[in-house]
C-alpha cells in the first residue's frame, strides 16, 4: 500500500513529508469523488436538464427565413437533445382589453386550424388568451384537453412576444363564470375589421367572451400579411405536440425509414366520414341504414337527403379502399411499397382493405409498430391517435390523401412549408368518371393508367397561387392548405422536390 502511494505522488524516498503529501492527495481526491457525486445525484432529480429536447417534426428549423431547408431537420429531431432549451423570447407589453375564451370544435385537424385563427385575433384585438378548449361533444367523443395533445408550456412561450396566453381565467372573475359568461359564434369567413368594429366593443363591455365556435371564422384571404404570418407561426412553430406524442411518431417514422421509401394514404373511408357525407358506393343495404340512421342521430349534421351517387359523380365523396388499388397502380406506385395507412376505423372492417393488401402487401399502420402497451394511453381518444397520424403524414415521401377534409388540406400545407414535398392531390371528379369507364370496359388498362398519370402531372404539390372566389370562401382555397404568403420562393421549392 505504501509503495502503491509513493508511486502515485511522483516518485521519491518515503520521508515524513512525502507519506503526509500522499495522504492529503488522498483527502483531496475523496472530497472531490464525494462533491462530484452529490451533483449528479442533484442533476438527476432535474428531468428538464438532462432529458432530450423533442423538437417538432414540422417547420424550417429555427430561421423560419432560411432557404437552406434539409428535410432531416424534422425527420431526425432526437440528434438535438443535447442542444440547452432556447432562451426565452421577450414578453410584448400592453394593455389588455379583455380576456378571450374559446371551444374549439370539430376533430383534431379543424381545432388545429382554429387555434391558429383564435390567436391571431387575440394578438390583433390585444387580448389574453385563455389556453383553448377542445372538443369533446363531437361523434368521436373524446375526452382530450389541450395539454393532452399540445406542449402547453411551449404554446404559451413561443408566443409570448405577440399574445399574452393563461392557463385559466384569473380568479376574480369566478361570479361572472358563474353566473354565466356573454358567449358568442363569430361570424364564419369574417375579416379582420369584423372583429374590430363588432367583436372588440363587445370584449370592452364583458370584458371576458367567450367563442362557443371556431371552426373557419377567419378568411382564406385578404387579410394583412402580418396577420397571415402569425397564422403560419402559431401552425408550425407554437402548436407542438406533447413529448409522449412526438416520441411515439417518431418511433413509427424511425422504423418506416429503416425500410426504406414509403407514402402515407390518408384513406378517408370512416364511419363518420361516409354518414355525414352521405356517400355509400359500394355498400351494402344494412351498412346504407346504418349511415342514414347515424347522419338523422346528430342534429348538428344539417343536410340530411343525400343522393349518394350524384355527390359521388361531383368527386364530393371519398375514394373507396377498392377505387384507392386502382388508383395508385395507376398512378406507378410500386408494388414492394411501405403504404402507411392514416385513418381511424376503416368502415367495414379490415375486409374492405383486402383488394389494397393482394396488390400493395407492405400495408403498415400504427397499430403494426407499436405495442399495445405503448398505444394503451392514446386507446379512446382519437384525438391523440390522430396526432400520430399527422406526424407520420407530414414526413412521408409522398402523401396522398383520398378525400380533401380538414386533415388532408392541413397535412397539405405544412409538407409545403417543409419544402414543398410530394403531395398527390386526387381530382376525383376526374378519377370517378375514368373508374367507370374501365369497369364497364371502355377504357383499357393502359389508357386508364395514361388518363390519371396525365390528369396529376402537376397535380403533387408544387407552388401555386390559392384560389380566390369572392363571396363564396368554402369553394375558394383553404389557407391552411397553400399558405402562400409564409412559403418560400418557387425557385427554392423546385430544388427541394428534385432533391427527391
Not at 452529490?38 to 432529458?51: C, E, G, N, R, Y
Not at 417534426?57 to 434539409?70: E, I, K, L
Not at 417514422?253 to 378517408?268: A, D, M, T, W
Not at 388498362?445 to 380566390?468: M, Y
Request: net charge positive; proline share 5%; aromatic share 10%.
Amino acid at each position: 500500500m505504501v509503495e502503491r502511494k509513493k508511486t502515485a505522488v511522483g516518485g521519491g524516498s518515503v520521508v515524513g513529508g512525502g507519506r503526509r503529501q500522499g495522504v492529503k492527495t488522498w483527502a483531496l481526491r475523496v472530497g472531490t469523488s464525494i462533491m462530484v457525486w452529490t451533483m449528479m445525484m442533484q442533476l438527476s432529480s432535474m428531468p428538464q436538464v438532462w432529458q432530450p429536447r423533442l423538437t417538432c417534426f414540422g417547420g424550417r428549423g429555427r430561421d423560419p427565413n432560411s432557404t437552406n431547408y434539409s428535410i432531416l431537420e424534422s425527420k431526425y429531431p432526437l440528434e438535438d437533445s443535447k442542444t440547452s432549451p432556447p432562451a426565452l423570447i421577450p414578453r410584448r407589453v400592453y394593455k389588455s382589453n379583455g380576456y378571450l375564451l374559446v371551444s374549439c370544435n370539430g376533430g383534431l385537424n379543424q381545432m388545429r386550424a382554429a387555434i391558429c385563427d383564435m390567436v391571431t385575433i387575440a394578438r390583433y384585438l390585444n387580448l389574453t388568451l385563455v389556453v383553448p378548449e377542445l372538443d369533446k361533444r363531437s361523434f368521436w367523443a373524446d375526452p382530450s384537453d389541450f395539454g393532452d395533445i399540445f406542449n402547453v408550456r411551449h404554446f404559451i412561450s413561443s408566443l409570448r412576444d405577440e399574445v399574452k396566453i393563461v392557463k385559466s381565467l384569473p380568479n376574480k372573475f369566478d361570479a361572472k363564470v358563474t353566473s354565466g359568461l356573454f358567449s358568442m359564434p363569430p361570424v364564419s369567413w369574417s375579416r379582420e375589421t369584423y372583429y374590430l368594429n363588432q367583436v372588440l366593443p363587445l370584449i370592452r363591455k364583458h370584458k371576458v367572451l367567450h367563442f362557443d365556435k371556431t371552426d373557419a371564422r377567419l378568411a382564406n384571404n385578404d387579410l394583412p400579411t402580418e396577420l397571415q404570418l402569425l397564422r403560419c407561426r402559431v401552425n408550425y412553430e407554437a402548436l407542438r405536440f406533447t413529448p409522449q406524442i412526438q416520441a411515439l411518431g417518431e418511433k413509427i417514422i424511425s422504423v418506416l425509414r429503416k425500410n426504406g421509401f414509403f407514402v402515407v394514404l390518408h384513406l378517408r373511408y370512416e364511419m363518420d366520414m361516409l354518414a355525414f357525407s352521405g356517400c355509400t358506393h359500394g355498400c351494402s343495404d344494412a351498412e346504407i341504414n346504418e349511415l342514414i340512421k347515424m347522419r338523422y342521430a346528430y342534429p348538428w349534421w344539417k343536410e340530411k337527403e343525400i343522393d349518394s351517387e350524384s355527390r359521388r359523380l361531383e368527386g364530393l365523396c371519398p375514394l373507396t379502399p377498392e377505387e384507392m388499388t386502382l388508383v395508385l397502380q395507376a398512378l406507378g406506385i410500386p408494388r414492394d411499397t411501405q403504404i402507411y395507412i392514416a385513418s381511424g376505423e376503416i368502415y367495414g372492417g379490415e375486409g374492405r382493405l383486402a383488394a389494397l393488401k393482394s396488390v400493395f402487401p407492405k400495408i403498415v399502420r400504427k397499430e403494426m409498430i407499436l405495442s399495445s402497451y405503448e398505444l394503451g394511453p392514446f386507446q379512446n381518444h382519437s384525438t391523440q391517435m390522430a396526432a400520430l397520424d399527422y406526424l407520420v403524414s407530414i414526413a412521408s415521401d409522398i402523401f396522398i390523401p383520398s378525400y380533401d377534409g380538414n386533415m388532408a388540406r392541413v397535412v397539405e400545407g405544412h409538407r409545403r412549408y417543409n419544402g414543398f414535398l410530394k403531395t398527390i392531390l386526387l381530382h376525383r371528379k376526374l378519377l370517378v368518371e375514368l373508374l367507370d369507364l374501365y369497369h364497364e370496359e371502355k377504357l383499357s388498362w393502359d389508357q386508364f393508367r395514361n388518363a390519371v398519370i396525365e390528369v396529376h402531372k402537376n397535380r403533387i404539390g408544387l407552388p401555386t397561387l390559392r384560389k380566390v372566389i369572392p363571396g363564396r370562401p368554402k369553394e375558394e382555397d383553404y389557407f391552411y392548405a397553400n399558405p402562400q404568403e409564409c412559403l418560400s420562393s418557387p425557385k427554392t421549392s423546385k430544388y427541394q422536390m428534385d432533391r427527391l
